[in-house]
């Protein structure tokens, strides 16, 4: 399935315009949608590696759509379709390299603000706990480790970075920058998507710790569009496994950061080699979550 597919890092598409590129996706223009391409590209210590992760972009692509499909009734997404037989003619000669990885979406009008939702203290979260006993602004009781689990889930929202980190503040910062109404109602489907989907997963043993989204406006409508769900923008860890105080094993890219930490790189371009077997563990983690949620 995935795993099959050649490795793609870059993607270019002969008489189709570039609307941008982003760390993973390469998204094309369309005229009145945007093709989403999922591609291989894997990044550390915010460096994009030489190599890519096999199968990568089809898992991302994958489960998005999975969760697109099974929380629509929460909000509407910009998913047209992944099959390439529904895309525009001028993909045709494409469709080789397209099958698996890439997603037809309706265009939106962006809202600028990654909409993040934690369920347990981990990553920035732990972080900010620590200097400030609050997580963006929304204040927690004292005591609390690593990977526990928050009284409730919390909407923690971020700026959205191209390059570098995203940067955590509060709602009344985002209520400042786009009114108050979009900013609660970004908040109100962040958390019912998470909730949902992290009912859903746990029934399968998977705990989501903490999930990034993104919205843009369709028709006028809040929509949520990129990618839902996935290794890239959430903390999946076996629901047996936690043990607060350390940073459970998770299904994202963590075998790659663990090997470069052992390294002696210091973290600044170029990047060192990675070994195949690096590669095809991370690879093998990225298709067992899919497996795993995908029905």
């Not at 909730?195 to 999930?211: C, K, M, P, Q, S």
Request: neutral net charge; glycine residues 8%; hydrophobic residues 40%.
């Amino acid at each position: 399935m995935s795993s099959s597919l050649p490795v793609v890092r870059e993607l270019h598409l002969p008489g189709v315009p570039v609307f941008r590129r982003g760390k993973v996706r390469e998204v094309f223009d369309l005229g009145e949608h945007l093709l989403l391409v999922s591609t291989d590209r894997v990044s550390a210590f915010d460096v994009i590696l030489n190599e890519g992760i096999p199968g990568k972009g089809a898992v991302l692509n994958q489960l998005s759509k999975f969760w697109f499909d099974r929380l629509l009734s929460i909000v509407p997404n910009h998913c047209v379709s992944i099959d390439p037989a529904d895309f525009p003619p001028i993909l045709r000669p494409h469709e080789a390299v397209l099958r698996g990885r890439s997603m037809l979406c309706r265009k939106a009008e962006l809202v600028p603000f990654e909409c993040v939702v934690r369920g347990y203290l981990a990553g920035s979260g732990y972080k900010d706990y620590q200097k400030t006993g609050a997580v963006c602004g929304v204040p927690l009781r004292p005591g609390l480790r690593l990977a526990d689990r928050l009284p409730r889930p919390i909407f923690t929202p971020a700026t959205k970075a191209e390059s570098g980190h995203d940067e955590n503040v509060t709602l009344e910062f985002v209520a400042g920058q786009i009114g108050t109404p979009l900013a609660q109602h970004l908040s109100d489907a962040s958390l019912a998507l998470y909730n949902a989907a992290a009912t859903y997963a746990l029934e399968r043993g998977i705990v989501i710790a903490d999930t990034k989204f993104e919205f843009g406006m369709c028709d006028g409508e809040l929509t949520l569009i990129d990618e839902a769900l996935t290794p890239d923008s959430s903390r999946f860890w076996r629901s047996g496994g936690i043990d607060p105080g350390a940073s459970p094993p998770s299904w994202d890219k963590q075998i790659i950061r663990d090997y470069l930490e052992s390294t002696s790189w210091n973290k600044q371009p170029p990047p060192p080699p990675l070994p195949p077997a690096v590669l095809a563990a991370a690879a093998a983690r990225y298709q067992e979550i899919l497996t795993i949620l995908r029905p």
